[in-house]
Every structure is written in C-alpha cells, then in structure tokens.
C-alpha cells in the first residue's frame, strides 16, 4: 500500500492499529485476540501497509534470525529470579507460607510452557521486535519508555473493561504498581532486545515473568490475604517485582552503555591497511 513509509509514521500507525484492536477486542475470547494482537498488527504492516514483508530486510529488522543465547541467562535472572524473590520476600514479611505443590502443579507446568512462550512471542514481535527499532530515532531509551507507555495503554481496556485481569484491590494502587512496573520491564526487555540484536531473549523474559509468578502463587505458597500478595507485593506486578525489576534495569543500562561505547570505540579504530 505505502512502500515509503519512514520510521516515525511507520510507529504510529503501527501505535494506532494495535491500541484500536485492544480497545475493541480485550473481551472477545477472555482477551486471546488481544493477546496476539501484536503480532497481528505487525503481520498488517509487513504484508498490507508497508509490504515489507515482502522483503528479506523486513523480516530481518524483527530480530528473528540471531538466538541471542549468550543472553538468555540475564533474560531467566530478571524475570524468573524477581519473582521468585518477590514471594520469597511476601514470605519473609509474613504475608504467606511456602507450601508443598499439588499433585496438579506439574500438568499445569507442562500447558503453561507450550502456551506461554507462543502469547509472549505474539507480544514481543510487537513491542520489541516491530516497534522498538521503528523508535529508535527517539533515541534507546525514550524509545523504551515510549514501548512501556503504549504497552500499558494496550493493556488498560483489558484491566478497565473485562473481568480477567487485575480486578482486585485498590484500583489506583494496583493500576500505579502495574504502570510502574510495565515500564521497568519495557527497560529490561528493551535493553535484552538492543544488546542481543535479537528478539529471543525479549520473548524469554516475557514468558519466564508470566510463568514463574502464575506457578508460585498457584503452587507455591498459602495465604490468607491473597490480595495482599498477589497485587500488591509479589503477584504479576507487585512493590517487590516493581523494586526488583526496576534495579535490573538500572544495572542492565550501565551494562548496555559500556557495551555501546565499546561498539563505538571499535568502530573508530583504524583498520591497520595502508
């Protein structure tokens, strides 16, 4: 349709699409066709707005064809590792005791891991693999935080119109904890995105946050005040996975920016050839 799109009218179409279909699909299916809405979105740029897809340089843009493996550990830390401290920590305050698993926890383990990495690749090709690199004329980190606030948007029909998510609790606190804490991991994941040139370990981190806090609070640990916890302090988006997360970011940015200036450096070496 329009082969010459630039960058910034590419991010906002791309922005008005994907906020529309959430706006309008959050309580079909209990919110599945919002939740591959990203990918969707992408698939209507590439192949009917911007036919890029129709290129080997569109697809390559997303970050598909690099692993990224050397940073799948740092991906399992700061999503897996948070939230695991965070129950540990609801746990340490007394808000609630480990528990011995039910005999179910590992058939819901097994679902969970063939669902949970397809909902958080149709997210990521979204925000980290479609828009994030559209941004990037922001500069990284306002293009990050620019992601964080159209994933928070994207996300509030689904808290706001429907039943599914978010629905208990204070709804100021809670919608100030998901916010902060949405823009934290927009940091992580988006700096995971930019130091791997890959979106893999982006959709690693999604899946292992969404995975790691649905087992423990199911599974893992007994409370008597579960809004408490699971709100407020260690659920989805919780004080401690707020705080956790956001020092993951803080120390992935001090990382990524040695790791740039060294790019830099290397890149303005001379070759040696005469």
């Given at each position: 349709?329009?082969?010459?799109?630039?960058?910034?009218?590419?991010?906002?179409?791309?922005?008005?699409?994907?906020?529309?279909?959430?706006?309008?699909?959050?309580?079909?299916?209990?919110?599945?066709?919002?939740?591959?809405?990203?990918?969707?979105?992408?698939?209507?740029?590439?192949?009917?707005?911007?036919?890029?897809?129709?290129t080997?340089?569109?697809?390559?843009?997303?970050?598909?064809?690099?692993a990224?493996?050397?940073?799948?550990?740092?991906?399992?830390?700061?999503?897996?590792?948070?939230?695991?401290?965070?129950?540990?920590?609801a746990?340490?305050?007394?808000?609630?005791?480990?528990?011995?698993?039910?005999?179910?926890?590992?058939?819901?383990?097994?679902?969970?891991?063939?669902?949970?990495?397809?909902?958080?690749?149709?997210?990521?090709?979204?925000?980290?693999?479609?828009?994030?690199?559209?941004?990037a004329?922001?500069?990284?980190?306002?293009?990050?935080?620019?992601?964080?606030?159209?994933?928070?948007?994207?996300?509030?029909?689904?808290?706001?119109?429907?039943?599914?998510?978010?629905?208990?609790?204070?709804?100021?606190?809670?919608?100030?904890?998901?916010?902060?804490?949405?823009?934290?991991?927009?940091?992580?994941?988006?700096?995971?995105?930019?130091?791997?040139?890959?979106?893999?370990?982006?959709?690693?981190?999604?899946?292992?946050?969404?995975?790691?806090?649905?087992?423990?609070?199911?599974?893992?640990?007994?409370?008597?005040?579960?809004?408490?916890?699971?709100e407020?302090?260690?659920?989805?988006?919780?004080?401690?996975?707020?705080?956790?997360?956001?020092?993951?970011?803080?120390?992935?940015?001090?990382?990524?920016?040695?790791?740039?200036?060294?790019?830099?450096?290397?890149?303005?070496?001379?070759?040696?050839?005469?």
């Open positions: 349709m329009f082969e010459h799109l630039s960058d910034r009218t590419s991010s906002i179409v791309f922005t008005v699409l994907v906020l529309g279909i959430s706006l309008c699909t959050a309580n079909i299916a209990e919110g599945l066709v919002l939740a591959i809405s990203p990918l969707l979105t992408v698939l209507v740029m590439l192949l009917v707005i911007t036919r890029e897809g129709y080997r340089e569109g697809w390559r843009r997303l970050g598909m064809s690099e990224g493996l050397r940073f799948w550990p740092l991906a399992l830390i700061t999503t897996a590792g948070v939230s695991a401290l965070a129950f540990a920590g746990v340490v305050v007394g808000a609630a005791d480990f528990t011995a698993p039910s005999d179910d926890w590992l058939q819901a383990t097994l679902v969970l891991c063939i669902t949970g990495p397809i909902l958080a690749f149709a997210e990521e090709l979204g925000w980290r693999g479609y828009l994030q690199p559209r941004l004329f922001l500069g990284q980190r306002w293009a990050m935080l620019v992601v964080g606030v159209i994933w928070i948007g994207w996300h509030l029909p689904y808290i706001l119109l429907t039943p599914y998510y978010h629905t208990e609790g204070e709804r100021p606190l809670v919608l100030a904890l998901f916010s902060g804490s949405v823009i934290a991991f927009s940091f992580v994941f988006g700096y995971l995105r930019l130091l791997s040139r890959s979106v893999w370990p982006a959709v690693l981190a999604h899946f292992a946050h969404n995975a790691t806090f649905a087992i423990l609070a199911t599974y893992a640990i007994t409370t008597d005040r579960p809004i408490l916890v699971n407020y302090l260690a659920g989805d988006t919780g004080l401690f996975v707020l705080l956790g997360t956001a020092v993951c970011a803080f120390a992935i940015t001090l990382r990524a920016t040695t790791v740039t200036r060294r790019r830099s450096e290397r890149s303005l070496e001379p070759s040696g050839r005469g």
